[in-house]
């Protein structure tokens, strides 16, 4: 190329940049470029499906690119901790962390954030300290509308049962508190017993048959989605006539409410969760403000309301 060629591509160069300059043009800038990680508890089931489909949503509409980890065991806290560091160690990156375990990763999290990461901690049912944001369901009122709608379903009195499969999940913790409180409060209902099961619906199934071939009891109040779905597909297949209450469920298992089955379930906005924390992410990197606690109201829904439009938001997850 000649001496003559030079001059004219490094004229045509300067009036690009001074034509920017004077017109306002952004001109393209690695700097610019941000991403969010979210990292949930397990690549798999409704809730963390319904998590990741509400986050896309928001990356998508906000032009961020955005990266899904999980483990593939969902009590798998070390392989979980890994990811979380390594998420870490990215530049112009936010973190958003569903902790497997609160009280281990808490201090993992602050770390990261006391590195100048933006970490924020979801669907935890605790505020975590050290981040500059928490977001969840408000566990103690799902707690409460289980409560009140076995109140309003049985009367203040009868005998109950409470199933769960995550004995040691703070979510199911703070429901179980919030549920036993109302119940104690508000009523004379007979909790004669909590039953802990693997968490597979047909454990649950398993589990509830023998027990109920040996107790007779009013109402059954299950507190996550897998022993809502054993639950209902038990009262499916035994025939029995008793009221069940139960926390989540969606798209595959919504006959059991259809059906009676299940009579009503208290169900958490998941998908708004997801959302929402991207949304936050994007508007904390780019510098224009971010909340720092925030929980999501839960519905109950039954036959009578499961076709409303709100709640088909709510129940089917937009892929």
């Given at each position: 190329m000649n001496r003559n060629n030079w001059?004219?591509?490094?004229?045509?160069?300067?009036?690009?940049?001074l034509?920017?300059?004077?017109?306002?043009?952004?001109?393209?800038?690695?700097?610019?470029?941000?991403s969010v990680t979210l990292i949930v508890k397990s690549k798999y089931g409704s809730k963390w499906e319904m998590i990741s489909a509400g986050a896309q949503a928001a990356a998508n509409e906000y032009g961020t690119e955005l990266s899904i980890l999980a483990p593939d065991y969902e009590r798998d806290f070390v392989a979980?901790?890994?990811?979380?560091e390594s998420a870490g160690s990215m530049t112009n990156n936010a973190v958003i962390?569903?902790?497997?375990?609160?009280?281990?990763?808490?201090?993992?999290?602050?770390?990261l954030a006391a590195q100048g990461v933006p970490v924020m901690s979801i669907a935890s049912g605790q505020e975590a300290t050290g981040v500059y944001s928490s977001l969840s369901t408000n566990y103690i009122e799902v707690g409460k509308l289980l409560g009140q709608s076995l109140e309003k379903s049985i009367g203040s009195s009868g005998k109950i049962i409470i199933m769960a499969t995550r004995n040691d999940e703070e979510a199911v913790l703070l429901k179980l508190t919030s549920l036993s409180t109302y119940i104690e409060e508000k009523t004379t209902i007979d909790i004669v017993d909590i039953l802990y099961t693997p968490n597979d619906p047909l454990s649950v199934e398993r589990?509830?048959?023998?027990?109920?071939?040996e107790e007779e009891i009013n109402g059954i109040v299950a507190l996550d989605d897998v022993s809502t779905i054993g639950v209902g597909k038990t009262m499916e297949k035994t025939g029995k006539d008793i009221y069940t209450c139960g926390s989540n469920i969606y798209e595959d298992d919504l006959y059991l409410l259809e059906e009676g089955f299940v009579d009503q379930a208290v169900v958490e906005n998941f998908f708004a969760i997801g959302y929402l924390a991207v949304e936050n992410s994007v508007s904390k990197l780019k510098d224009k403000g971010a909340f720092s606690h925030k929980l999501i109201s839960a519905y109950v829904i039954s036959k009578d309301n499961m076709y409303d439009e709100d709640i088909q938001k709510i129940i089917f997850p937009i892929k």
């Open positions: 001059k004219f591509i490094v004229v045509i160069v300067l009036i690009f940049i034509s920017a300059m004077l017109f306002n043009v952004d001109l393209p800038s690695s700097n610019d470029e941000s979980q901790k890994s990811l979380v962390i569903a902790p497997i375990i609160f009280s281990e990763m808490q201090e993992t999290m602050s770390t589990v509830l048959e023998d027990y109920l071939k």
